[in-house]
């Protein structure tokens, strides 16, 4: 059964500064990650998908690697605002039978402080 | 494009009550998702739809929850009789027919039972 562990559950920075955000998967049998960003009271928005043969995404400030080998993902902040404050969250999806069966991780809250 | 439109966005009601969440998911998304949110449990794959099809039912709790989808451009999610337990924020999303497989989710419907 597939295991989603993300390290640290919170983590406070100073605005400006850049910053990891860890997601580790124990069966490495996927077909992609996907990143997710979850503000207080709302859904879960979008931010990168990273397909089973890729190495790593990237969309403005934010870049998200995948090491199917070790069963990790990174998503790496540039330059963090306050904006960036909420609760990040990374989701697999199995390749084979029952593919659209998403594991998540519990989330790592993110607080940037001015 | 309006994304995924999911209401009530906020129900209170009392044990024993029918509720009826509803969802539209985005136009050219052909599989259609409700999930569980709470502190506890974290996200929880409830049922799955391919093609308006139910697919994967197993994480419907029990029979008093139901799920319906006539047509691609709508769904809904049924408890009756509504219990506290059943308290949480309720998620629909969708993927598009094609591509990588990303799933995009609605604002939620977060219900309380009293």
């Known amino acids: 059964k597939q295991e989603v562990t993300q390290i640290p559950a919170a983590l406070s920075v100073p605005e400006g500064e850049n910053l990891v955000l860890n997601c580790s998967f124990t069966?490495?049998?996927?077909?992609?990650l996907q990143w997710f960003r979850q503000d207080p009271g709302k859904g879960l928005t979008s931010l990168l998908l990273?397909?089973?043969?890729?190495r790593e995404q990237t969309s403005g400030r934010l870049n998200a690697s995948l090491d199917k080998s070790s069963g990790r993902s990174t998503l790496y902040i540039a330059a963090s605002q306050p904006g960036d404050s909420a609760t990040y969250l990374c989701?697999?999806?199995?390749?084979?039978?029952?593919?659209?069966?998403?594991?998540f991780g519990k989330g790592t809250l993110l607080t940037v402080n001015p | 494009d309006a994304g995924v439109i999911q209401s009530p966005r906020h129900e209170v009601t009392e044990m024993g009550q029918e509720v009826t969440l509803r969802c539209k998911p985005i136009?050219?998304?052909?599989?259609l998702f409700w999930y569980r949110q709470t502190m506890m449990r974290g996200l929880e794959l409830l049922i799955y739809?391919?093609?308006?099809?139910?697919?994967?039912d197993s994480g419907m709790p029990e029979d008093r929850f139901s799920a319906k989808m006539p047509n691609a451009s709508f769904s809904t999610l049924k408890i009756q009789p509504s219990e506290p337990r059943d308290s949480a924020v309720y998620f629909c999303?969708?993927?598009?027919?094609?591509?990588?497989?990303?799933?995009?989710f609605g604002e939620g419907s977060r219900l309380t039972v009293l």
């Open positions: 989701a697999v999806r199995p390749s084979g039978g029952s593919n659209y069966k998403l594991t």
């Open positions: 069966d490495s049998a996927i077909y992609n």
């Open positions: 990273i397909q089973s043969s890729q």
């Open positions: 136009s050219g998304h052909n599989s």
């Open positions: 739809f391919n093609n308006n099809v139910p697919i994967d």
């Open positions: 999303a969708s993927i598009p027919a094609g591509g990588p497989g990303e799933l995009f």
